[in-house]
């Protein structure tokens, strides 16, 4: 059974810096494409970042560019999001997928395994 468990989420004030796991189990990932997604309350999930599988390419929303770093640990089975200078409009659940492809891709439809997600709160 494949799993993906996201961690390091929290409350944060704006400006600070968080940073994300999501740790693989099932299956390894490291021939694969991952991503980051989140969803806000009332909105659509939308994609965040995704990496390749050497951990090249990367690319960001442009929502989080220049503030947001994608990355990944093959040998540890572990996708990395860290989130620097953030602001209350990052408030969400965030969410870890992975993809069976080793491709980088940006839609939901296609990530083929998903965590449950971690609540990131940023106050004003």
């Known amino acids: 059974q494949v799993q993906l468990v996201e961690s390091g989420g929290g409350l944060v004030q704006a400006g600070g810096s968080l940073r994300l796991s999501c740790v693989a189990s099932g299956r390894t990932f490291s021939s694969n494409a991952m991503g980051w997604f989140r969803q806000a309350p009332g909105k659509e999930r939308e994609f965040v970042a995704t990496i390749g599988w050497s951990g090249m390419p990367t690319y960001y929303a442009d929502s989080v560019k220049g503030r947001f770093t994608v990355s990944r640990d093959n040998a540890k089975n572990t996708l990395y999001l860290q989130m620097n200078s953030l602001k209350p409009e990052d408030t969400a659940v965030y969410y870890c997928?992975?993809?069976?492809?080793?491709?980088?891709?940006?839609?939901?439809?296609?990530?083929?395994?998903w965590g449950q997600g971690t609540q990131v709160t940023v106050s004003s």
């Open positions: 997928a992975g993809r069976t492809g080793s491709l980088v891709r940006f839609t939901r439809s296609d990530y083929d395994y």
